[in-house]
């Protein structure tokens, strides 16, 4: 007797169209993911995809109400965010974030004495991801998650840049370049990024001592990330001005930062090389 195929019919390709709106939001993103820093105009991505500006305006809409992009500084300006990294790695990206970095960052208020802030490179700036100001009694800032810190303006930022390999180096800068502010005015200044990243690879550490207007109470002191080879993040260390000694800087907190960092390194590894 011939055994009966009940799934021969289901498993046989359904004559479905082509979703033409997700195929050309896919392109979009496609589009942005090519471009230094995931960054660019609602005109250029139009010409780039073959679109309309409208149209092109509408999807970009559409995945800014999903978290797949964000506005820029400029009008009419888009962005990637994590959102879509974490199509590719299952959600893992916030997975060492908060099962990694925070308990040890947590772990180490003690030690630290004064706050910290874990965050990583996003369209030209620092994006806070973890902060220990919420745990810090010498905290003087609060609701720091989220927080965008100007990359040549802020330890943090400063750290990142003299870590970061060539090609994302310079795509970050280049991102700053355009802006027609302080912030591309400084990037625009070869001579002073130079010796910028000279200085804080030499010294092992990034500082700030108030350069942040924002901020110009307020000094730190940050250090890069490593998980295995991959730059991960920066860590800092937030105080007044004159709060701490340059000999306390460099003989206590610099090596508490640095173990902290070491420790969020090694254990981010396994997370994101998986």
Known sequence: MKAMNFFAEEDAPAPYKEVRG???GLTLLKALNRL?????????????????????????????????????EREGQYYLTFEVR????GFEDEAWVARIASPA????????????????????????RESTHRWSALSQHRAMIGERLPLLQTAIGRAYLAWADEAEREALLELLRRRDD?????????????????????????????EWIREADFAAVAVPVHAGERLLAALNLVFPKAA??????????????????DTIGRGSRAWVEN
């Open 105 to 128: 960052m947590q772990a180490a208020v003690r030690e630290l004495v004064w706050p910290c802030d874990l965050a990583t490179a996003e369209a030209g700036f620092m994006v806070v």
């Open 182 to 210: 302080r912030l591309g005015e400084l990037a625009r200044d070869a001579a002073f990024v130079r010796r910028l990243l000279r200085q804080t690879r030499t010294r092992g550490y990034a500082v700030n001592e108030g």
């Open 36 to 72: 230094p820093g995931g960054i660019s105009s609602t005109s250029e991505l139009a010409r780039a995809c073959g679109l309309d500006r409208t149209t092109t305006k509408r999807l970009l809409e559409t995945l800014r109400a999903q978290g797949f992009v964000r506005q820029g």
């Open 244 to 261: 701490v000694s340059d000999r306390e800087l460099r003989q206590r907190f610099v090596p508490a930062l640095q173990r902290l960092a």
């Open 22 to 24: 997700l195929a050309r």
């Open 86 to 89: 974490r199509l590719s790695e």
